[in-house]
């Protein structure tokens, strides 16, 4: 493979990307499985035959004569128009009308045609001649300079002019795609730009030519506006989706523009080719190596292999000693060597150096082990392994510290959480009720909501897609700041914040298996007394075993809410697939809960984009809570608190471990170590009962009496204000003084009866007072405390909106997702 292209980098973010040529900031558009190449035209076309040297008088007369639908008066405008341009161009050297077009400012894209003449300054608009010459084929324009005119109604115009049955065919198909109006003039526009662009018909169009044409336009973008990273996007995503549904490229060919940005996996021999080994020999044994290790081990596992062994170990020791023909390195190549690795290139200390030392042993270890099995393979690179048996004396206390440093971060995090939590609630129930106001609002009323006075706005440009039958974005500008916002966007973009945040505080699901959870996801128990518990089924991701969380009942609201989100419209939620950028490969279409409309079509949310959105609201909350100035929240802050409460809240510590997914206890041990004395302690007495209670079958099935205490034991937690949370096995620590207790779950339904509750506390307070019993009064006020706070806590929770989920239906419709 050329080094060209194996340089490049696919699938990373722009913050990774290198700086492309013509932009002034990295880019992600890297080179995928297609490869971009600009379309070939197999007959140039020519709707109205070679118009390179014909007369300002013929073409003229065409600018007139071709669209017979328009009004007389504009059909004249635009043949003036068009003449003017052609004898501004024939002040220019060049034999056609391309060469002089090419010899033109205009045609250089250095200023647009608008600024060589209006109506007002010389009678003449000089936009619609450049645009008719695009139309008829006289001119091909570079893609710098047809950005560089805004041209209306430049896709219509352009084909009526090509008399080409497949561009109408693709016409009439976008307009029958479920698409919104706007997303069905952009894949008509994009296609007409590509066509003029490249001088070529339809039929010539292929992939590579889409993917061309997406980073000249880009590349176009951003030497307009240089500084705006908006204009970084890629656009065609609309027009690649109905060329696919239309059948228009080869079977092989991605359902999806990214799909094809991106590269997929690389081999063994191309992931250690990035990294430059001067020995082949060396080069041929590290690939056989790795593909070695590629039967038990995943695409990611492998990719940090390659990056330790080849990058950070072999490609320095050849730096150090560039005559190194073999495994036996010296001891003080080998200090070299280890000296080398503690800074990154940076210049900051590597925190990685550890598992980096442990993978060069394995390596020679490994040697040695295939060896004896495979001598006439192996056995000549055997050598000494140079890691010293003392190299990784203190990995045990370094661990240790490591794992103090994520205790400390909990134990910061842990109290800040419900300051974050009532941020994201707040700001998503502002946007709700606000969204709601304005939808009922007509065009200019005004109306109050918070204090705050508002105006609902229905711009020009919202009525034209009104009467294309389009949904239009919710404006209300603020009477009192002036400021216009699109409460629309903000009010999704408050929902996936609040839905993100919620539901990895209650799940402590990894950031990955968030991303993964989809409607198949959610599952039923019914208990035989009719009860029925819900159960989040979480796709495996570290390990190879799935799990089932049983949902509480603030997690299965903010399941049902995003369910409800998707179904609001009477549709299913959208099939899509999702791009795994561990293992560098896209999932089967499937029903993702974290989803969201991307243009023209649904796209699943990357782990990326979830980390900045909890990364934002941090940010706006630094802005009056001190405490989050310095600090940052990550998806898997989350986790650790989830399981952290749990745990010192009585949760025996292997059951936490089941619902992280921890296949060893001690990582689980380690996510709680904040509270260690509390999870030693907790472990060790359950560990004693169950081994009291139930020395000689372990694990043996349960019996029906068993089964049946088991679902007793949740009769039981049914208590007066509610329910109990305390786990199995577990008798009440607090004598029933349920107040009191941190296990209650209140219900709303009782809220009448804590202010009942609190009435007759403060009555008997009162007497206290009166009696002077003093003790009473210090038990009076701690209860009436715990009290308060549980109602303040089921009143927040109550002023949640009941979610409707409706009638489920089955999916009749099968569509791909990139065809919609």
């Not at 008066?73 to 002040?91: D, F, M, N």
């Not at 010539?204 to 044409?213: M, N, Q, R």
């Not at 106001?437 to 009104?466: P, Q, S, W």
Request: hydrophobic share 35%; net charge positive; glycine share 6%.
């Amino acid at each position: 493979m050329p080094k060209s292209q194996l340089s490049r980098t696919t699938g990373v973010s722009r913050r990774h990307g290198p700086v492309a040529e013509g932009l002034t900031f990295p880019s992600r558009f890297v080179g995928g499985p297609v490869d971009p190449q600009p379309a070939v035209a197999t007959t140039p076309p020519r709707p109205f035959g070679d118009l390179s040297t014909a007369s300002i008088s013929h073409i003229a007369r065409l600018a007139v004569d071709v669209w017979e639908e328009a009004a007389h008066i504009t059909r004249h405008q635009r043949g003036q128009a068009t003449r003017w341009v052609l004898e501004y161009l024939s002040g220019f050297p060049g034999d056609t009308w391309q060469e002089r077009w090419d010899a033109s400012p205009v045609g250089q894209a250095l200023v647009p045609a608008k600024t060589l003449g209006s109506r007002r300054t010389t009678g003449v608009a000089v936009t619609p001649g450049v645009r008719t010459l695009f139309c008829l084929r006289a001119v091909q324009p570079s893609q710098l300079a047809f950005r560089r005119n805004p041209f209306q109604h430049f896709a219509t115009m352009f084909v009526a002019a090509q008399h080409d049955p497949l561009l109408d065919r693709y016409a009439e198909h976008v307009t029958a795609m479920p698409l919104r109006h706007v997303h069905q003039r952009e894949a008509l526009f994009d296609l007409c730009n590509l066509l003029a662009v490249q001088g070529v018909a339809l039929a010539d169009v292929t992939a590579p030519s889409l993917l061309f044409f997406a980073n000249e336009n880009r590349r176009a973008r951003c030497q307009m506006e240089p500084d705006n990273k908006v204009a970084n996007r890629l656009i065609g995503h609309s027009m690649w989706n109905a060329l696919h549904s239309m059948g228009h490229f080869a079977p092989a060919t991605p359902g999806t523009m990214r799909a094809a940005l991106m590269r997929g996996q690389r081999t063994v021999e191309e992931l250690v080719d990035q990294y430059p080994i001067r020995n082949e020999a060396i080069r041929t044994l590290l690939i056989d190596y790795c593909l070695r290790r590629r039967v038990d081990n995943d695409y990611s596992t492998i990719k940090q292999l390659v990056l330790a062994l080849v990058h950070h170990f072999w490609e320095k020791i050849e730096r150090l000693n560039p005559d190194q023909a073999d495994l036996r390195i010296s001891p003080d190549l080998y200090a070299a060597w280890r000296e080398s690795i503690k800074l990154k290139d940076n210049g900051k200390p590597r925190a990685g150096q550890d598992g980096i030392v442990i993978t060069v042993r394995s390596f020679y270890y490994d040697l040695h082990t295939w060896a004896a099995e495979e001598p006439e393979r192996w056995g000549p690179w055997v050598a000494p392994c140079p890691v010293p048996p003392g190299e990784l004396h203190g990995l045990g206390t370094r661990r240790r510290r490591i794992n103090e440093r994520s205790a400390d971060r909990t134990r910061q995090r842990q109290p800040l959480l419900p300051i974050l939590v009532a941020h994201v609630e707040q700001r998503y129930d502002h946007a709700r009720t606000l969204l709601e106001l304005a939808d009922k609002a007509a065009d200019g009323e005004l109306f109050t909501h918070n204090g705050t006075t508002y105006r609902r706005v229905i711009t020009e440009a919202d009525h034209k897609l009104l009467r294309h039958g389009d949904p239009v974005p919710t404006r209300v500008r603020n009477e009192d700041s002036g400021q216009l916002i699109h409460i629309g966007t903000d009010e999704e973009g408050a929902f996936w914040d609040w839905a993100s945040v919620e539901t990895l505080r209650h799940s402590g699901v990894r950031i990955e298996e968030l991303c993964e959870l989809t409607h198949l996801s959610i599952r039923q128990y019914q208990r035989p007394n009719g009860e029925v518990i819900a159960l989040l089924v979480v796709a495996p991701s570290k390990t190879d075993r799935e799990r089932v969380i049983p949902m509480s009942a603030e997690l299965f609201h903010v399941i049902a809410s995003v369910i409800r989100r998707h179904t609001r419209h009477g549709r299913p939620i959208p099939l899509v697939s999702r791009y795994d950028n561990h293992d560098k490969v896209w999932s089967a279409p499937m029903p993702f809960l974290f989803q969201r409309q991307n243009g023209s079509a649904p796209a699943a949310f990357s782990m990326a984009a979830i980390q900045q959105m909890i990364s934002r609201r941090g940010q706006a909350l630094a802005e009056t809570h001190l405490a989050f100035r310095d600090l940052k929240f990550t998806p898997h802050d989350f986790r650790r608190i989830f399981i952290t409460e749990l745990v010192n809240s009585g949760l025996p510590i292997h059951i936490g471990a089941a619902l992280l997914g921890h296949l060893n206890i001690q990582t689980t041990r380690g996510y709680v170590a904040v509270f260690d004395e509390d999870v030693v302690r907790h472990y060790q007495a359950h560990i004693h009962q169950r081994r009291q209670a139930r020395p000689a079958g372990e694990y043996r099935d349960t019996t029906k009496q068993e089964w049946d205490e088991f679902e007793e034991h949740f009769d039981h937690r049914k208590v007066e204000l509610g329910a109990c949370g305390r786990p199995y096995g577990t008798p009440c620590q607090h004598e029933h003084a349920c107040v009191r207790c941190p296990m209650l779950h209140v219900s709303p339904k009782m809220l009448h009866r804590l202010a009942e509750l609190e009435g007759d506390l403060l009555g008997r307070r009162a007497r206290a007072e009166l009696e002077g019993w003093i003790g009473e009064i210090e038990g009076i006020d701690l209860t009436l405390t715990f009290l308060r706070a549980k109602r303040d806590e089921t009143q927040r929770r109550a002023q949640r909106p009941s979610v409707d989920l409706g009638i489920p239906k089955p999916r009749t419709n099968l569509t791909p997702p990139e065809a919609l």
